[in-house]
Nanobody, 124 residues
Framework: QVQLVESGGGLVQAGDSLRLSCVGS????????MGWFRQAPGKEREFVAA????????SYADSVKGRFTISRDNAKSMVYLQMNGLKPEDTAAYYC?????????????????WGQGTQVTVSS
């Protein structure tokens, strides 16, 4: 089992940057593909980004491609989401998640472990 805790959310203005962090405990994160998802009020949870076990492969939603960067530091059991050029439509609760499934990263159903979420609010 792995426990995940996100941090780094906040209230920012459009165009600003934020870096979200996710720390894992209980089992090394190097065993997992790590993903970030987000959920805005009244909307479905949606995929944002994912990174392979060793950080060598990444995947992004089209809506964040070129603005967001996912990375990981397995030695520190950390996963990061650098968010640049934030837009009001990026406002959501952001969740870190872990899966051992080697594909279908954009599907929330393959992730067995989730953090509690961190709120990101972008004002116009």
């Amino acid at each position: 089992q792995v426990q995940l805790v996100e941090s780094g959310g906040g209230l920012v203005q459009a165009g600003d940057s934020l870096r979200l962090s996710c720390v894992g405990s209980g089992r090394t994160l190097s065993s997992y593909v790590m993903g970030w998802f987000r959920q805005a009020p009244g909307k479905e949870r949606e995929f944002v980004a994912a990174v392979s076990w060793n950080g060598g492969r990444t995947s992004y939603a089209d809506s964040v491609k070129g603005r967001f960067t996912i990375s990981r530091d397995n030695a520190k059991s950390m996963v990061y989401l650098q968010m640049n050029g934030l837009k009001p439509e990026d406002t959501a609760a952001y969740y870190c998640a872990a899966t051992i499934v080697p594909d279908s990263w954009a599907q929330s159903g393959v992730y067995a472990h989730w953090g509690q979420g961190t709120q990101v609010t972008v004002s116009s």
